[in-house]
């Protein structure tokens, strides 16, 4: 069955670009959505967007300015860059595979990998 | 966009059932049936619950049911057992075209 990894930096200084990737296997990644979503320590999930394997995207518009997300079919991989964080960029991101763009059935997720902001 | 509203704890004695709410706006859960819940036990992942509302899909336990009314959608937990114990969340699709989740409500089996 499809299985994703998240990988990436674990710490990142504020003002910096936070940089990870989703590596898809199991199956391709040219079908369905590919999904970010974060959670801060204790808190709850926030959707940061998604991409379609032909490079079509949507974000969270709170995050819009600051999120680029982007897809290498070659290496069924796709990558999420967020710029100019601060400590409240701070969260476990996740990468999930999304059923539909008019859904929120995000199935399966990665395991997620925590992400600091820090000096 | 404003985050679904949902009880930050509920609690629940073995074998009994209880109930979380995800209360939304006309812009979400009133006016689509794409209504998510996810399970997170403590320190792991989300796992799919419940998609469109009330499908279960293939091995989530018919212990597990979901339901809409108005703006609010809920999840009912029904013959509660300790391994239930865990973080639910809830997601909507909205009518600006993106996701809004829950702020997750934490349930203890007592």
């Known amino acids: 069955q499809v299985q994703l990894q998240e990988s990436g930096p674990g710490l990142v200084k504020p003002s910096e670009t936070l940089s990870l990737t989703c590596t898809v296997s199991g199956g391709s990644i040219s079908a369905y959505y590919w999904s970010w979503i974060r959670q801060p320590p204790g808190k709850g999930l926030e959707w940061i967007g998604y991409?379609?394997?032909?490079?079509?995207?949507n974000y969270n518009p709170s995050l819009k300015s600051r999120v680029t997300i982007s897809v290498d079919t070659s290496k069924n991989q796709f990558s999420l860059k967020l710029s100019s964080v601060t400590a409240a960029d701070t969260a476990v991101y996740y990468c999930a595979r999304l059923i539909s763009r008019f859904d929120t059935t995000f199935d399966p997720w990665g395991q997620g990998t925590l992400v600091t902001v820090s000096s | 966009q404003s985050a679904l509203t949902q009880p930050p704890s509920v609690s629940g004695s073995p074998g009994q059932s209880v109930t979380i709410s995800c209360t939304g706006t006309?812009?979400?859960?009133?006016?689509?049936?794409?209504v998510s819940w996810y399970q997170q036990p403590p320190g792991t992942a989300p796992k799919l619950l419940i998609s469109e509302v009330s499908n279960r899909p293939s091995g989530v336990p018919d212990r597990f049911s979901g339901s809409k009314s108005g703006n609010t959608a809920s999840l009912t937990i029904s013959g509660l057992q300790a391994e239930d114990e865990a973080d639910y969340h809830c997601s909507s699709y909205t009518s600006s075209t993106t996701v809004v989740f829950g702020g997750g409500t934490k349930l203890t089996v007592l």
């Open positions: 991409i379609y394997y032909n490079g079509g995207t």
């Open positions: 006309s812009d979400d859960v009133a006016i689509y049936n794409r």
